[in-house]
């Protein structure tokens, strides 16, 4: 029976898939192209989210209350600091709206302010300009002047324009900057990640930006809690010891060997081998889905070794890739849960 369900494994495996910045840990299935990585970062790190069909929609426009929201996030995830909250002017902001709250934040930090009619503009879609202001003032960038052919030297934003320019959190188009255009999903999540990073904040352990150091114990999925204990590099003189008939790597290729700690932190029973799955991802930005004695022969303290766990039990075992020796060091260990309800990839530091 174990062997079935290695050989079934070893076909889901098997593939070694060039890895997109959104497949490395977005959902977003419609993400792609120049901004797809701060996407992705705005995502793991908490500013944005996206539809239950699972697509963020980047070409869609912003409303104004979705990005105060951004913003607010950008801040407070950044400095760990909780805006204050209270009311606000706007008669078309009202408490049970589902972006209340972040407006009010926005409004009572000085960030956002409304039009001559009093308004807010709430489900209005947010200019350009309008979001160079807000971002100019959550981020206190001393006012510049600026260069595009587009935006009026006299015009009342010129100088926030050229603040966010200047900190490189807004870019233009060649030289002109299109301050009227609408902005786009995909560019208000990419502007919002660089204002949470030149607020300081850091990408959540575990994520490719951030990944798990040797030792850290990080959640996998919803049942389990995974560290990276060694990593070997060149493991093929140990597996050479493991048994006579093993072979080398291929010509190019070595053998790079993690051992693992897995804890079972569900609520019935689980099995490394058959509800996980280990990759390296090469710093070639290849994912290798291959791990245990499928990718290296017969290595010690297999994966593929490990029982059965219940609740609070917890078990080493050995991993083992195949990788282009070019591709090894700078790599990343990634584990997923399978059929798991919440972000199941994490990521852990591999060679260096």
């Not at 510049?144 to 870019?171: C, Y």
């Not at 300081?200 to 352990?205: C, L, N, S």
Request: aromatic share 10%.
């Amino acid at each position: 029976m174990r062997h079935i369900a290695v050989s079934i494994l070893t076909i889901l495996a098997v593939l070694v898939t060039p890895l997109s910045a959104a497949e490395a840990d977005g959902p977003f299935r419609d993400v792609s192209g120049t901004l797809a990585d701060e996407i992705v970062k705005a995502y793991n790190a908490g500013l944005i989210s996206g539809y239950e069909d699972g697509t963020f929609r980047p070409n869609e426009n912003v409303t104004r209350a979705a990005f105060a929201k951004m913003v607010v996030l950008a801040v407070e995830t950044a400095t760990k600091k909780t805006l204050p909250a209270g009311s606000e002017p706007f008669p078309d902001v009202q408490p049970g709206q589902t972006l209340y709250q972040y407006v009010v934040k926005a409004y009572k930090a000085g960030y956002i302010s409304g039009y001559k009619d009093g308004t807010f503009g709430y489900n209005k879609p947010i200019s350009r300009q309008e979001a160079a202001a807000i971002l100019q003032r959550a981020l206190n960038l001393p006012l510049q002047p600026e260069n595009f052919k587009d935006v009026p030297d006299n015009s009342t934003l010129a100088k926030h324009i050229g603040a966010v320019a200047a900190a490189g959190i807004m870019q233009g188009y060649g030289d002109t900057f299109r301050p009227t255009q609408n902005l786009p999903r995909g560019q208000a999540a990419a502007v919002a990640y660089r204002a949470y990073e030149k607020l300081g904040g850091k990408a959540p352990v575990g994520t490719r930006e951030n990944p798990a150091p040797l030792g850290t114990e990080v959640k996998v999925g919803d049942n389990w809690r995974v560290a990276v204990v060694d990593i070997v590099e060149d493991a093929w003189p140990i597996i050479r010891e493991e048994n006579m008939f093993n072979e080398p790597p291929a010509e190019g290729h070595q053998f790079v060997m993690a051992r693992l700690r897995f804890t079972y932190v569900g609520k019935e029973s689980g099995t490394p081998w058959l509800h996980l799955m280990t990759g390296y991802l090469g710093a070639n930005r290849v994912l290798y889905w291959r791990g245990g004695d499928t990718s290296c022969g017969v290595i010690p303290d297999s994966i593929y070794d490990v029982d059965e766990l219940f609740p609070g039990a917890s078990v080493e075992a050995n991993v083992c890739w195949s990788i282009p020796s070019g591709a090894v060091k700078g790599g990343l260990i990634a584990v997923e849960e399978f059929l798991s309800s919440s972000d199941a990839r994490v990521f852990f530091e591999g060679v260096k």
